[in-house]
């Protein structure tokens, strides 16, 4: 854009910035201060009744499974003295008793409905579970049980899994915790759909505020803040605020509406303009290097100065990575190319992620030894299989070692972790390499972006990598995320849902 322009709309945006500057800045850090305060404040009691909500369910749990290890030591009376637990313990809606290898002890048969697969809760207990003892919340459909194993005064152990009582758990927990809170403030229990499992008020005429999470106890469940509507601080200065916010935006959209909507076609030309300049001299650049590479130790080869075997082996190394690095770069622009005009096809089916990662990291076995990182891999066991393009997926995750690579300073460290997470299979790619800044990490997927820093636009890069990555992923009807500290390094996480979820 021309100087001349830049100082025009400068000049008038800035006049009417003055104007509202001035006016508003004490009331802003008024409201600023008065919502931070309204809210901590909100938070941390709710935070504490959850907690205490928390604490009285564990120990529910903790009550009855005492006297449920009582009620099993008999084997021949176990159905009868089981019942009679029950009726006596209205917290746990069902109660199932299963054999080490098993065989479901109660109730036989189910009285309530199929029970639940004994081989699905084994695979959310860990191995060492029968050996130590203890209790588990075990996801099980919408809900959550409690497993525990029960070895006091037994020949062999038996594994107890426990659902709770809706009505049981409002009863002696929530109203007992609940009820007694004083004050304008509504706290209510409230499932994922934000249904309300119990409130002591009704919540008809109050406002969501905001809700805090249960620990493992209560995954499902959150509890939430509500305040009557128009009652709170934070109302009135939300409202007096929004008067003055109006005022000033008409004003200032009145003055700047023209100068705003040519300044930012300009100057969205101009940035896209720079950005694809940009991207076809990396992408130049970023060709000729492993091709230079390629013929000066093909040249090296061919006039036999290679001075013995182990040379030569790594003379034809240095060929093959090259070789490999070329490919990923010209696989990288044909399918932006694709992507962009539209044509991108992916083939899915059910795939184990593991040997996805494991081919991946030996295609950079050479340049990790070469440049002196220190590498983990760790996949988690028995991951279930994941609906994928694997080549695809195996270049996204390429393009994310391939940029710890690009990254890494002087703490060359590379960490590859798989693992379950709920209904998605997790795939992280960590290094301690210089980082990205805060408020460039919303950026770093859009295609041609590159960080703006001098020491990340001297390394080589085409600015696409990401925003393949993003593109696959969520193609996979996955999700791409960063965290990052300057100076710390990068975690990139992937998440695709499991196969059997979808």
């Known amino acids: 854009m021309k100087r001349r322009e830049l100082l025009l709309f400068g000049a008038v945006f800035l006049a009417s910035a003055i104007l509202a500057v001035l006016a508003a800045l004490s009331l802003r850090q008024w409201e600023a201060s008065a919502q931070r305060h309204v809210r901590e404040q ?11 909500i928390e604490m009285a369910v564990l120990k529910a749990e903790e009550e009855g499974l005492a006297r449920l290890q009582l009620a099993v030591r008999d084997r021949a009376l176990l159905r009868e003295r089981v019942d009679a637990w029950k009726a006596e313990t209205p917290f746990f809606d069902r109660a199932y008793i299963f054999a080490r290898g098993g065989t479901l002890l109660y109730p036989a048969p189910p009285s309530e409905g199929p029970p639940p697969s004994f081989e699905e809760i084994r695979r959310e207990i860990p191995p060492g579970f029968w050996d130590r003892g203890g209790r588990r919340h075990v996801p099980l459909g919408d809900g959550v049980a409690c497993a525990a194993v029960l070895a006091e005064g ?16 409002r009863r002696e927990i929530l109203e007992k915790t609940l009820a007694g809170l004083e004050g304008q403030s509504v706290l209510a229990v409230v499932d994922r759909t934000n249904r309300a499992i119990y409130s002591p008020r009704p919540l008809d005429d109050t406002e969501y505020v905001l809700s805090v999470a249960f620990g493992e106890a209560l995954p499902s469940w959150r509890l939430a803040l509500y305040e009557p509507a128009g009652l709170s601080p934070r109302d009135t200065v939300h409202r007096q605020a929004w008067l003055f916010t109006a005022a000033f935006g008409l004003l200032v959209g ?23 300049s940009d991207f076809v001299a990396n992408v130049s650049h970023d060709l000729k290097t492993p091709l230079a590479l390629i ?11 290679a001075p013995d075997e182990a040379t030569r082996r790594e003379y034809y190394g240095v060929i093959t990575r090259e070789s490999e690095r070329l490919s990923r770069l010209i696989d990288n622009v044909l ?21 996805v990662v494991h081919e991946v990291m030996e295609a950079f076995r050479y340049p990790l030894a070469q440049q002196g990182f220190k590498v983990s891999v760790d996949v988690e066991p028995d991951l279930p299989d994941v609906l994928m393009d694997a080549d695809a997926i195996g270049q996204a995750l390429a393009n994310l070692v391939d940029n710890a690579i690009k990254y890494s300073d002087t703490r ?3 960490s590859v972790t798989a693992r379950r997470a709920g209904p998605d299979v997790l795939v992280e790619v960590a290094d301690e390499g210089i980082g990205i800044p805060a408020d460039e990490q919303a950026h770093v997927f859009e295609k041609f972006y590159r960080v703006g820093r001098s020491d990340t636009q001297g390394r080589r890069g085409s600015g696409v990598g990401l925003a393949l990555v993003a593109h696959i992923v969520g193609a996979h009807r996955g999700r791409v995320s960063v965290k990052s500290q300057v100076g710390q390094g990068s975690r990139f996480t992937i998440a695709l849902p499991a196969a059997e979820t979808r």
């Open 42 to 52: 909100a938070r941390d009691m709710a935070t504490m009744t959850a907690e205490k």
């Open 154 to 169: 037994l020949d062999e152990p038996l594994l107890a899994v426990l659902l709770r009582s809706e009505q049981g758990l």
């Open 254 to 276: 009145v003055i700047a509406l023209g100068l705003g909507a040519a300044y930012r076609l300009v100057r969205r030309e101009s940035e896209m303009a720079r950005l694809k």
């Open 295 to 305: 013929r000066m130790f093909s040249e090296t080869l061919e006039m036999n100065r």
């Open 335 to 355: 399918d932006f190319s694709r992507i962009e005009g539209g044509r991108r096809r992916y083939e899915l089916a059910p795939s184990p992620l593991e040997p």
């Open 412 to 414: 060359r460290r590379l």
